[in-house]
Structures are given as structure tokens and as C-alpha cells.
């Protein structure tokens, strides 16, 4: 039945998460975008103490056999608490120790001794990250054309090439026991079908951080450059298979990754933008300002339109998301609503937040207010894990069912 | 808990008035709008499938069926993307009845309803006034208390079928606020005028009313002004459903063409150019079929939803506009020539930041 309350569970955590917002991130908001490179001990061993040992991501098969014996919503239940840790601090959320998007690449396509390998250690000990490293220098959108390489030698793949734009890479190479999913092609001449992806652990010998960028926003994440240089790791780090199957089914495994993390990347957004949405109306309000809902057209100012507009923008983001994420909690195949949520998200919280800028004028400007610092940390969500652009055409092929020959 | 599956009672309705506009409504679409005339036999066709008269309570004849503003969302969106002008002439019997079992006494709902649960009766309602700054917050038209009844005053303009009514539910303002009468299409001071030429809906037969020293008797008022906000969401509900319901039938259209259509040896929809256009129809139609049926949730669950209903119909509206323009746009000259319907669909399109007061859900 069409229903659009949230279960009972899902918005008590959503209170709880919104406190940890609001009592231990904004306090430290401005503090770790100034301060670039350092990290919030305190906060992250809190965080770690939190919430130890929960990935984000879905486990497919388990979503599955759930969905066979009754309705399940770990995946909706992780875009809301995502969007309430985004409404506290993007680059915050982003630095938690947890799994990240290495472990949703883990439970996305490893085996149930992998997932217990890889993932089990998340659940003590001392604070760990998990990353995942895609894009290379010369490639981001087309990871087909990756270039690093992972050649069998023995009982080791050996991987060879340089990734950049690994978020929380730092820490999960070098910095904590946790690790870095890597994409590389095991057969040049097979394109697409040759590429695989391998989890290093952190520490393995030919892993070396190069370089931790600097950025317009979400400066508190670190986001790494990381070079491979005869880098040997144990064969059973291959997820998946190691044959090159003939067509596009490996490739298309490994790109079933971001049917479970879009929607959660889509969260993050809307939290930014739910910040900016909120922050905005209740200055405007303060200053006298109220948006009249069903005021006629002709009486309607600019400032009133706008607002409305993005505001309906930004909840239709959310119920994009949130349907993503519920089709994948009922076990429905969700790569065209994923890329719809990711799409719509990133454009909307990145015109929110300009808005918002707007609407405060002078205000919205300074770095008293945290305004302009959402401003910074929204434009990523248009960015990472698939351009607006390369969503769309994902979009565009689904709906015309076109292969990626036919429409490129 | 979240949840986005129709009930089997909706599946079935969806694939009834989908399959009915399909083969009955789309056929006719352009003959209609050519003509300016919807076949005579349409509405009872309409009218068996139980458009009207589900929701009439058993006692007044009809099923008694819960009314749901999801389910009427769904079946607008239908209604919608078989033609507009034709979705509209079929639920105009609403314009009355739905008002009716929103705000109605018993009294009221005892004497009215009992034809229309019968078979297919005309009935209307006139909200909209002809002026650039109309305010569903405050109307033109008049009521005046008078001699224990209300005296109307005023000039209505798009009200469907005011000729063929025999009923006309008259919205106008009493003091401070908005209120609702049924007024007799034959009722001395009502002046129903020429009948309307519009850019679009032009299937649609709508006329300007004016009320001229009206006179109706105090029972002849509906609900009070919360009952009328309640009717303007609803309303707001059923205009963004047929927006929805136009642009994704717009949307087929260019998809599909693009698809035929060959250019530079391949097809057009290979083109980025355009392959990113439907695939932004594509998206706002699934956004804004989710803020519509979130809004009309509230208003199903008893939540004041205003605000809701207000954006709903804002993105629906605004997103059937731009949808429809690029479809014209995808066919170019084949989009302006009236061989294809994607013209009549730009032109219906521009018409709901004007329509109000449709509460047919």
C-alpha cells in the first residue's frame, strides 16, 4: 500500500543521529574546514564507538532471502540516517570510520567468507576505514579505460598503477587496519570484461599514499592519491570471479556496486540541502520573511519562488532516493532509479545551497555562517560516485534500452 | 512504513482506466480538439467504469468506496495521458459530487446525489475568475447574506459544461472568507455566456458565468472555508495528476520517435543532444508523480497539507510544461505540424498555472 511514513524504527534513530548532528558535529564544523588535513580524534573515536561494526550498503543476497520472508529497509533506513549525519557535517560523515564504499563493494559482489573477512574486524578493536579506488589520472567517468593492472603471479596478484580521488584513502591504506577495494583489469585486451575488483589491506608493501588533495569542500574527508607499485596480494582478494567471461556480465557485476551506494551518496546530499533549506527559512522568518504556500501567482515574489522551487526540488530528490533504496530493500533490480536519485540529487542540493547563498545576500556570503560552507561541501554530491552527466546517461540508456555502444 | 506498491484494488483500477484510455480516449484525441465536440456516448462510457458514482454512498445508489486521493491521482495521471479535454469533460460530474461528499450534509448529499449514482449527469463548478491576479484566497465574486439566504454577485470564467448543468457549485467570497453554493443552472441572474475559445482543451466545452443578484436559500451553502481548502489541495492533487498523466504521454511519444527517427546515419535518440532531454523527462515525471502521491497521502491520512499540495502541483505543472515544449522540440517541424499530437499537448500544457478549483479526486 503507498505509504509514506517512516517505520517507528527508522525515525527514532533518525532523532537519535540527528542529536549526534547537532551536539558533535556542528560544534566542530568550522573548525575542521579551516583546519584541512587534521582530523577530529575525539569525534571520530566517538563515532567509532557508535557505531562500530554497521556498513553501509546492502548485502544482496541478504536483501533477497529478506525480501522473500517480509519487508525489509536497511537500505532505506541507511539513506536516512545518512542524510541526518550530512544535515550535521558532510566532510564529518564522510571521515567516520566504518567500511565506507569498499565495504559496500564487499557485500555488493564478495563471497560470505570474504564479507566475514574483510568485514568482521570493523566490529572492534581499534577505529578502521574502508575505501574504494576507481578513478585514475587520465580516466573518472570511463573506469572501462582504467589503466592499473593486476597480473597473477603464483598465489599473489600483483597490482601495478596510480588512483586519485580515493575518499578516506589515507586512512584506510595507512592510517587504520582497515583496507582499499581497487579496480583493476586483469586482461587489457578483454576492455571492460577484464576489469576486477581487489581488496588491499592496509599496510601491504606497494601501497603508498602520495598525496591527500586539497579541496573546495568536504575538507575534514581526506581524499587520496595512492600508488601500487608491485603490490602483492593473497589470490582470494579477487571479488568475484577471476575468469574473463566473454561479454559484459563481469563488468556489469562490478558496476552493480553503485546501484547500492548511488542512493546513499544521494542521501548526503539532501542532508547538505536540507541544512541550507532549513537554515535559510528560519532566517528569513526572523527577518520577517514568510513564504505564503497558497498565495496567488501574480502576488508571489522571487524570493518566494525560488524558495518554493527549490524546496519541491529538493523533496523530490529525497523521494527519488528513498524509492531507490526501497526497491533494493525488496529485492528489485534498482540501476535506473539509482542513477535518477544520484542525478536529480547532486543538481538539486548544488542549486539549494547556491539559493540559499542568494537569499542571505552579504550573510550568506561570510564564513561566520555556515552557509557558504554548504555551499562548498554540496557541489562533491554533483561529482563523485558518477557525474551528474554520466548518470544521466545511464538514465538515457535505460529508458531507450540502449546498450553502451548504441548510445556513448 | 514506506511504501510505494499499489494496492490490488489500485492495480486494478490503474489497468482498467489505463486499457480505457488507451483504446477510447487517445483514438478520438484529435478529432476531438479539431472539432471542438466529444462524442455523446464517451461520458457513459466513463461513467460505467465507475468514474462517478464509486464514491456516491450505498444509500444514495452509489458503491460507497472509500475515496482516496492516491487513487484519484492515479487515475487522473491515466485520464491525463489519454487527452486532457476529454479526462476533464468525463469528471466534471466530480466538480460537484466530490465537493459534495467532502463538505455536504447529509440533507445536502441526500438530495443532490442520488441521479448520479444513476447513470451520467452534468454538473460543474465555477471557481476561476477571468483577471490576472485571481486569488483562490480571496474571490471577486461576492455572497451576501440576505433574508435568511445569500445573494451572489460576480463573473466566473473555465467552467466546463456550465451550459448542460443543471447544477453549477459557485465559489465566492462571504465577508473574510471563501465559501461554496450550489446554485441552479436555472436560477434567475445566472448568465451563462458564449461558449469559451481557449488555446488548448478545445474538446472541452467552458463558458463564462456571471451571477447576477443571485439569490439562494441558506441550506444551499457547502462546508465552510476549511472545507473549501480542502477542496482547493484536492484539487491541486487532480491538476498536477493530469499534468503527470499529459507530460509522460508526451514523453512516449518523443522517446519512440526519437528512436525511428535517423540522423547522420543513426538514430536521433543516439544523440546525446537529445538522449539527455527524455532522460530528464523521464526523471521528472517519477518526481513528480512521488511528491504527488506523498501530498495526496496527507490529505488521505487527515494532515493538513497545503504547503504540500501547493509544491506538488507547482512541480507537476511546471514539469508537464517543460516536458511537453521539449517534445515539440524532440519531433521539430514534425512537432508543429498538427499530424502529430505533441502541439495539442504544449498547448493543453500551458493551462494549469491558470486551472483551479478541478478538485476531481
Redesign the interface.
Known amino acids: 500500500?503507498?505509504?509514506?511514513?517512516?517505520?517507528e524504527n527508522?525515525v527514532k534513530s533518525r532523532e537519535m543521529i540527528h542529536m549526534v548532528g547537532e551536539q558533535l558535529m556542528r560544534p566542530i564544523s568550522r573548525e575542521y574546514d579551516e583546519r584541512e588535513h587534521e582530523k577530529p580524534t575525539e569525534f571520530l573515536e566517538t563515532m567509532w564507538k557508535l557505531s562500530a561494526g554497521s556498513s553501509f550498503g546492502s548485502d544482496r543476497e541478504a536483501d533477497k532471502k529478506a525480501a522473500a520472508s517480509g519487508?525489509r529497509?536497511s537500505n532505506?533506513a541507511s539513506c536516512v540516517s545518512i542524510e541526518e549525519l550530512s544535515w550535521g557535517d558532510a566532510g564529518l560523515y564522510l571521515s567516520i570510520p566504518n567500511p565506507g564504499l569498499g565495504g559496500a563493494a564487499v557485500l555488493a559482489a564478495g563471497t560470505a567468507e570474504q564479507k566475514q573477512r574483510f568485514l568482521a574486524p570493523f566490529k572492534d578493536g581499534a577505529p578502521k576505514w574502508g575505501a574504494m579506488a576507481i578513478t585514475e589520472p587520465h580516466c573518472g567517468s570511463d573506469s572501462a579505460a582504467l589503466q592499473t593492472t593486476a597480473v597473477r603471479d603464483g598465489d599473489d596478484w600483483v597490482l601495478n598503477g596510480t588512483k586519485i580521488y580515493c575518499t578516506s584513502g589515507l586512512m584506510a591504506a595507512e592510517k587504520s587496519d582497515g583496507f582499499v577495494v581497487v579496480w583493476a583489469t586483469v586482461d587489457k585486451s578483454a576492455g571492460r570484461a577484464g576489469i576486477k575488483s581487489f581488496v588491499v589491506a592496509a599496510h601491504t608493501p606497494g601501497m603508498k599514499v602520495i598525496k591527500v588533495e586539497n579541496k573546495m569542500g568536504i575538507r575534514a574527508s581526506d581524499t587520496a592519491m595512492i600508488v601500487f607499485e608491485d603490490c602483492r596480494i593473497p589470490l582470494d582478494n579477487i571479488l568475484g570471479s577471476a575468469e574473463v567471461q566473454t561479454g559484459n556480465e563481469g563488468f556489469k557485476g562490478a558496476m552493480a556496486t553503485f546501484d547500492a551506494t548511488r542512493p546513499l551518496v544521494a542521501a548526503s546530499a539532501l542532508g547538505i540541502g536540507r541544512a541550507a533549506l532549513d537554515f535559510a527559512r528560519e532566517a528569513l522568518e526572523r527577518a520577517g520573511v514568510k513564504i505564503r504556500?497558497?498565495?496567488?501567482?501574480?502576488?508571489l515574489t522571487a524570493l518566494e519562488r525560488d524558495f518554493?522551487?527549490i524546496?519541491?526540488?529538493l523533496?523530490?530528490?529525497r523521494?527519488?532516493t528513498?524509492?531507490a533504496a526501497?526497491m533494493m530493500d525488496r529485492g528489485k533490480r534498482n540501476n535506473l532509479?539509482a542513477s535518477?536519485a544520484k542525478?536529480?540529487a547532486g543538481l538539486a542540493v548544488t542549486r539549494v545551497t547556491q539559493k540559499a547563498v542568494e537569499f542571505l545576500g552579504p550573510l550568506g556570503y561570510s564564513r561566520k555562517l555556515l552557509l557558504e560552507k554548504w555551499m562548498r561541501d554540496a557541489k562533491i554530491n554533483d561529482i563523485f560516485e558518477g557525474t551528474q552527466?554520466i548518470n544521466?546517461?545511464i538514465?538515457?540508456?535505460r529508458?531507450?534500452g540502449?546498450s553502451s555502444k548504441?548510445?556513448s | 512504513?514506506?511504501?510505494?506498491?499499489?494496492?490490488e484494488d489500485?492495480k486494478l483500477i490503474h489497468d482498467t482506466v489505463a486499457s480505457f484510455a488507451k483504446g477510447e480516449i487517445r483514438p478520438i484525441a484529435r478529432d476531438c480538439d479539431e472539432s471542438g465536440e466529444i462524442p455523446a456516448g464517451l461520458a457513459e462510457k466513463g461513467f460505467e467504469l465507475g468514474l462517478v458514482h464509486s464514491a456516491i454512498p450505498e444509500e444514495q445508489g452509489g458503491f460507497g468506496e472509500t475515496r482516496s486521493a492516491?487513487t484519484g491521482a492515479i487515475v487522473a495521471e491515466e485520464l491525463g495521458w489519454g487527452d486532457l479535454a476529454i479526462a476533464l469533460h468525463l469528471l466534471t460530474p466530480r466538480l460537484l459530487v466530490y465537493p459534495l461528499l467532502e463538505a455536504g450534509t447529509p440533507p445536502q448529499i441526500a438530495q443532490v446525489l442520488p441521479p448520479f449514482a444513476l447513470g451520467h449527469q452534468v454538473a460543474t463548478a465555477a471557481v476561476v475568475e477571468p483577471r490576472?491576479?485571481?486569488?483562490?484566497?480571496?474571490f471577486t465574486t461576492t455572497a451576501a447574506a440576505k433574508d435568511g439566504g445569500f445573494v451572489l454577485n460576480g463573473a466566473k470564467c473555465f467552467v466546463p459544461l456550465a451550459d448542460e448543468s443543471q447544477t453549477i457549485l459557485v465559489v465566492a467570497q462571504l465577508g473574510d472568507e471563501p465559501a461554496a453554493f450550489l446554485v441552479p443552472r436555472r436560477a434567475n441572474g445566472v448568465v451563462i455566456g458564449e461558449r469559451e475559445k481557449n488555446m488548448g482543451v478545445k474538446a472541452l466545452a467552458t463558458y463564462e458565468v456571471g451571477l447576477e443578484n443571485v439569490v439562494v436559500p441558506a441550506s444551499a451553502r457547502i462546508g465552510d472555508a476549511a472545507a473549501i481548502?480542502r477542496i482547493?489541495n484536492r484539487s491541486r492533487i487532480a491538476l498536477g495528476a493530469l499534468a503527470l498523466g499529459m507530460g509522460r504521454a508526451a514523453f512516449d511519444y518523443a522517446?519512440d520517435y526519437?528512436?525511428e527517427r535517423k540522423a547522420f546515419g543513426v538514430a536521433i535518440?543516439?544523440k546525446?543532444a537529445i538522449?539527455?532531454i527524455?532522460?530528464?523527462m523521464?526523471?521528472e515525471i517519477?518526481?513528480?508523480r512521488?511528491?504527488l502521491?506523498?501530498a495526496a497521502?496527507?490529505l488521505d491520512q487527515g494532515k493538513e497539507a497545503?504547503?504540500e499540495c501547493?509544491?506538488?502541483k507547482?512541480?507537476a505543472s511546471n514539469a508537464c510544461l517543460k516536458i511537453t515544449d521539449n517534445a515539440v522540440q524532440v519531433l521539430g517541424g514534425h512537432g508543429y505540424v498538427r499530424d502529430h499530437p505533441v502541439e495539442l499537448w504544449l498547448r493543453n500544457a500551458r493551462g494549469f498555472?491558470s486551472f483551479e478549483g478541478m478538485a476531481i479526486v
Open positions: 500500500m503507498i505509504d509514506f511514513e517512516l517505520s527508522i519487508p529497509e532505506l504556500y497558497g498565495a496567488a501567482q501574480s502576488t518554493m522551487e524546496e519541491s526540488d523533496q523530490a530528490a523521494l527519488l528513498w524509492r526501497w532509479e535518477m542525478a536529480k552527466q544521466m546517461l538514465v538515457a540508456r529508458i531507450l540502449y548504441e548510445l | 512504513m514506506f511504501d510505494l506498491e499499489m494496492t489500485q492516491v490576472f491576479d485571481f486569488d483562490t484566497t480571496r481548502a482547493l522517446r526519437a528512436k535518440a543516439q546525446q538522449a539527455f527524455l532522460a530528464e523521464a526523471i517519477d518526481a513528480s512521488l511528491l502521491w506523498e497521502w496527507m497545503t504547503r501547493v509544491l506538488a507547482r512541480y498555472t
